[in-house]
C-alpha cells in the first residue's frame, strides 16, 4: 500500500493529519489509514475504539466547519480509516489555516487558493464578482449581440439580462472582459520558423474585449493555415488545420481558463501543428476521462460562457472535445490533448488524409514529425509492436516518400517528409 492525492498514511494518531482533513474537505476528499506506517507496512493500532473517538475529538475540536467523515475499524488489523469527504462550505480551516494536497504531500493553501475556496464556499464564481473598473464601454460587445442575436437596443437592461450588471454591485468581472478596455491578459501568439529559436511572427492581444482577440486570433490563424485554389470559374478555400476545430480551442480557452491567473492563453503555431495552452488545469471535480468525453458539467466562468453561447461561438457546454475530434474524423494524425495542475494544452496537427498506407504503417506514421525528427527507439516505444517490425516499416515508408532519414549509425533520426 502507497500513499497517494487521494490516500495518506499514518503509524500513530498526531495533530498533524488535521492538515490532511482540512485538504481532502477543501477539495477532492480522500482517505487517512492509522496503523499502517510509510513503508505501508500494518503495525496497527493498541486501541482501535479508543483511537476512533481520538480523532473524532480532534476533528470536531480543531476543523472549522466541520466537515463530512466516516470512522470504519479493521479488527483483523487494527487500523481505522477515516475517510473525509469533499465539503461544500469551504474552506475548511485547521488552525485558521486552509490546505491542500500536493501529489503525497499535505501544503497550505496559498492566497489564489484560499480565495477560489472563499468563492467556491459562497457558491460564487471569479467572474461573477464585482469588476474593479466601473467605467467600462461595451461597443464591441453591441456590435456582436446586433450580428447574431439580433438585440438593436443596448443598454443597462441588457447587460443585467446577460448578468453583467446589478444595481448593487455594479459590472462583475464577465463585463470587464467583455468590454472595450479592460485589465486581463489576452493571448500570446507566436509563429516559428524551422525551429522554435526562429520566431517569424509575435503578436500578443491584451487589455481589449475577448470578443476581438477572438476573432484576431482566427485571423492569423487564417493568415498561414488557410488558401484558396481556383477551378475555373470558382474558388475553393483549404484547410491545412481545421478553421473548426481552432476556433472550438480558442473559445474554450477563453471561457475555461482561470482569469484569476495574471496570464496569457498562448499559442504556438508551427509548419506542421497549432498548440495552445491556457492557464490552469481542469476544474475541480471533473476528471481527464470526463473532459476528453466532452461531459463538463462544472463551468469555470459560467456568466463569461453563457454569453460566448449566446453569440454562438461555444456550441452547447460540454460539446468542444467531441466537435475538435470530428474535424479530424478523416485525418492520420489527430489533436494531442494534455493536462496538468496548471495548464491545459491542445495540439492541432496538420490534416492528413489516407495516403494508402497500411494501419500498421498509419500508426508509425502518426507517431512522427515533420519538425522534430525520432530516433527509433523513441518510435517503436509509440507503437503497438516491436522494434523490428518498426524498422522494417520504415525503410518501406522511406523508399516511397514517406519518410525522410536524417543522420547515420545511432544518430539516425526519422521525419516526416
Known sequence: ???????ELKETITNSFLKTVSAFANYDGG???FGIDDSGAVVGLANPREACLSIENKINDS???????????DYKTNTVTLVVHAGENTPYLYRAKAYRRNGTATIEADHLQMRRLVLRGQNLT????????????????????????????FDDDVLRSLSLYSNDNGYNVAAELLADANGFPGIDIARFGESINVINKRLTLERVSVLTVYERTIEVYADYYQHETIDGAYRTKVEIIPEAAFREVIANAIAHRTWDVRAHIRVAMFEDRIEVTSPGGLPEGITEQEYLAGRVSILRNPILAAVLFRLNIIEAFGTGIPRIMRAYEKSLRKPVFEMSDNAVSVVLPLLETDLGLSSDEREVYACLSRVVPKPISEIADAVSFGKSKTTTLLKSMVSRGFVTIEGTGRGTRYRLS
Open 1 to 7: 500500500m502507497k500513499e497517494s492525492r487521494a490516500l
Open 31 to 33: 482517505s487517512i489509514i
Open 63 to 73: 476543523i472549522s466547519p466541520q466537515p463530512a467523515y466516516s470512522l470504519a475499524v
Open 126 to 153: 471569479f467572474d461573477a464578482t464585482p469588476s474593479k473598473e466601473q467605467d467600462l464601454t461595451f461597443d464591441v460587445l453591441a456590435g456582436a449581440l446586433k450580428d447574431h442575436v439580433g438585440i438593436e437596443s
